[in-house]
C-alpha cells in the first residue's frame, strides 16, 4: 500500500502509467534509500532526463520512487 497524505511508489502503478513515463525532471517525486531510509530528490541528477521504466535495476531495487502528488 502507498504512505499517507497521497503519496503513491512508482513501482506500484502500472507499466503504462504516465508518471512511470515522464522525465524524472518534470515529476515531483523523492527516493527513499531501502537500505537507510534516506531521503533524495533525483530531479537535479544526471538520470533526470530518464523515466521511472526506462532505469536499470539498481535504481528499482535500492530505492521507492514516491510521488508528492496523487497520480
Request: include cysteine.
Amino acid at each position: 500500500m502507498a504512505g499517507g497524505g497521497g503519496a503513491v511508489k512508482l513501482h506500484e502503478l502500472p507499466s503504462d502509467h504516465p508518471a512511470r513515463n515522464t522525465a524524472i525532471r518534470d515529476l515531483d517525486v523523492r527516493t527513499v534509500c531501502r537500505h537507510t531510509g534516506a531521503r533524495r530528490d533525483p530531479r537535479s541528477w544526471k538520470i533526470q532526463a530518464d523515466t521511472y521504466n526506462r532505469l536499470g535495476d539498481t535504481w528499482r531495487n535500492n530505492f521507492d520512487w514516491v510521488l508528492n502528488q496523487k497520480p
